[in-house]
């Protein structure tokens, strides 16, 4: 390390791994702030989020990327080419892996393609607090047979397990450099985004398996009043039926008053002031199919 007080550890490290594998949940733990929404319904991030983790000799920007898995449709091939530009331009790719379920044929799929990023490679076993010692162990015998990796952490971001672990390991990885974003800011997700992404964990957590990925939230309108204590959210919910319009908004509005209530508590620490949220749902047929709508609501490349 040199003498230059400017010059840190500094880099880029991307979170790959199959849907539901625990990066965003890593992410949030990491940084400390809510920054990535994490639910049980596989497939939630869609965007190459970036969370900036600043340290006194050190500036880690995570990049947590979609799961990665077989595309079924043009958002499934979006967030593919999300995952492999974010494996492009990093200084460590992490392949995380779900501990407390076996390593499976897709867990290789992803592997194959952190091994050919040019990166150093990490491999990170997730949800340590799930399994016990003899399946851990197990677990990370079957991972080390995907392929050749420059380190490995296991950790449990759910208990704060070996998260300092998991920051000297990648940070050792890093080349020295500048700072590359402002030592105050959490991440680099334009605001709307996030609101929109905090919206539709909302969402996916209370309608489940009900309305899997139909959803996509866009933030029409955004306004502080003049004493800037209030801040008031126009946001339009997306779906593909009307059947699931239903759903989302419940027996008598109750379904969708949840999602607000819910949705306003992490506005709020978010923006820092009072919110009056305003959520309409509507009916868009198949946007899923449609690219240039996918890339509207900013998923995959579309910001």
């Known amino acids: 390390m040199s003498m230059d007080p400017t010059l840190v ?35 939630t991030t869609r965007h190459r989020l970036r969370a900036v983790l600043d340290l006194e000799d050190a500036q880690i920007v995570i990049v947590d990327t979609p799961g990665m898995h077989k595309p079924q449709d043009a958002l499934g091939e979006e967030l593919n080419r999300s995952s492999m530009l974010a494996l492009s331009d990093v200084d460590v790719a992490c392949l995380v892996i779900d501990a407390s379920v076996k390593v499976g044929k897709g867990d290789k799929w992803v592997a194959h393609r952190v091994l050919e990023s040019s ?29 050749s990796f420059d380190d490995e952490v296991v950790l449990s971001a759910v208990d704060d397990f070996n998260l300092d672990g998991f920051v000297e390991t990648v940070k050792r990885f890093l080349p020295e450099g500048p700072r590359y974003f402002p030592r105050d800011m959490p991440t680099d997700q334009p605001l709307g985004v996030m609101l929109a992404e905090f919206i539709r964990e909302k969402i996916l957590r ?33 779906v593909e039926r009307d059947s699931q319009k239903g759903i989302i908004i419940g027996k008598g509005g109750e379904m969708i008053r949840r999602i607000g209530t819910e949705a306003r508590g992490d506005l709020e620490r978010l923006l820092g002031t009072k919110v009056f949220l305003d959520l309409r749902v509507k009916v868009k047929k198949d946007w899923r199919r449609d690219a240039s709508q996918i890339r509207r609501f900013g998923y995959g490349e579309g910001l």
Do not use: C, W
């Open 119 to 147: 990166a150093k490679k990490v491999l990170v076993l997730t949800k340590a607090d799930l399994v016990s010692q003899a399946e851990m162990n197990e677990r990370l015998q079957f991972a080390r047979g995907l392929g």
């Open 206 to 238: 209370n309608t489940h398996d009900e309305v899997p990925h139909a959803i996509g939230v866009e933030i029409e309108d955004l306004e502080v009043s003049g004493t800037g204590d209030l801040t008031t959210v126009q946001a339009v919910i997306y």
């Open 9 to 43: 550890r500094s880099g880029f490290v991307a979170l790959v791994g199959r849907p539901n594998a625990g990066k965003s949940t890593l992410t949030n733990a990491l940084v400390g702030v809510k920054v990535a929404i994490t639910s049980d319904t596989p497939q």
